[in-house]
């Protein structure tokens, strides 16, 4: 009896190492379970929580076990499916959410499954390098502004007036064009370099976070915050407060250990400013509007850099790096 196919794969065998411990395996094709389909991958985004679980920092719920094939943000073309999968069927071309929590990840790899409930079809109108940034990042934008920040993308509601931390990053320049689809005003913060960039997304005022008005996170025209999508790190409390409208929320994206506890500290203080700690709940409708936008022509995808798979490492090293524009994509 002949052995399974083998595929080219990335994989870490314990926490820390960053890059240097990205290892090049063949493995055996995983196969789908009854509600899975097995993709042939053709893109895959990384995220910085990627490299965080491998640093540790969701120990002890991530990763679910080692060695670990990380990343969850893919696009590919559907080879194979479950008994029980209804939507999909072999040459599909899809992009799709890898659950750390149900699939150990899996992204780094030639092929990977997926639950049918986190793939949706890809127009051929867009690339799968454009699909696969959408997963996390695009995700974690749409909540952030439609739960948590309460805007209506179809431009209705009340005008709200919006910071975006970090707007050049894989979050934050998907949070600039997904707020200027609803009644907003955005200021946005990010370095020199990227200010063109970031107004080419919408923003209406960009501030350089390196000058002292910058850094004070102050609206160059004199604006409160009714929500602050935080996609940054390392700005205390203390800066956002003065800025904030009467109910104005900083919604971090990344929430620490501090986070936890100004959230906690706002709540138990009745105060009417807000920190609002997001956790991303990745759902199907909101991955397929997002696509339909792309397809539209209403968002995109704004690539920082590809690399092979055989490169996967310094994709990686990139991504630690922190200072990509848009999206970091590997292709295998």
């Known amino acids: 009896m002949a052995g ?28 789908p379970s009854k509600d899975e389909v097995l993709l042939k ?3 895959t985004a990384l995220n910085p929580v990627d490299w965080k679980i491998q640093k540790g920092q969701l120990r002890p719920f991530l990763p679910r076990k080692f060695p670990c094939i990380p990343a969850t943000d893919v696009a590919g073309e559907v080879v194979g499916v479950g008994s029980e999968v209804k939507i999909f069927k072999a040459g599909d071309k899809v992009v799709a959410f890898l659950n750390y929590l149900v699939t ?19 127009p051929p109108e867009v690339s ?27 431009g209705s509601g009340q005008q709200k007036n919006i910071l975006v931390t970090a707007a050049s990053g894989g979050v934050g320049h998907y949070a ?3 707020a200027k689809l609803g009644n907003t005003h955005v200021t946005a913060s990010c370095g020199a370099r990227n200010i ?37 790190t390392g700005i205390p409390w203390s800066t956002f407060e003065p800025n904030l409208g009467t109910n104005g929320k900083v919604i971090d994206i990344t929430p620490g250990p501090s986070a936890m506890l100004t959230f906690a500290l706002k709540k138990l203080t009745f105060s009417k400013k807000q920190l609002v700690p997001l956790l991303l709940i ?22 920082n850099s590809k690399h092979p798979l055989s490169k996967a490492e310094d994709a990686w090293a990139e991504s630690i790096d922190g200072h990509a524009t848009g999206k970091i994509i590997v292709e295998p």
């Not at 240097?20 to 063949?26: G, I, S």
């Not at 990840?105 to 499954?113: R, T, Y």
């Not at 000058?211 to 409160?224: E, I, Q, V």
């Not at 909101?286 to 995109?300: A, M, P, S, T």
């Open 4 to 31: 399974k196919p083998l595929m080219h794969a990335v994989q870490y065998n314990s926490y820390g190492g960053g890059a240097a411990d990205l290892k090049h395996v063949e493995l055996p094709v995983p196969t």
């Open 41 to 43: 991958l053709e893109a």
């Open 104 to 122: 150990n990840g899996g992204g780094l790899a030639e092929f990977a499954v997926a639950k049918e409930s986190s793939t949706v079809t890809r």
């Open 128 to 154: 799968a390098a454009e699909c696969s940034g959408l997963p996390v990042a695009g995700l974690t934008a749409h909540q952030a502004l439609t739960q948590s920040a309460g805007v209506k993308l179809d």
């Open 176 to 178: 600039v064009q997904l």
């Open 196 to 232: 063109e960039f970031v107004k080419s997304l919408g923003a209406d005022e960009v501030l350089d976070y390196k000058t002292p008005d910058g850094a004070a996170l102050k609206s160059p025209s004199g604006r409160k915050y009714d929500a602050v999508i935080h996609c940054a």
């Open 282 to 303: 990745p759902k199907r409708e909101n991955l397929d509007f997002l696509v339909k936008l792309v397809k539209e022509g209403k968002l995109k995808t704004v690539i």
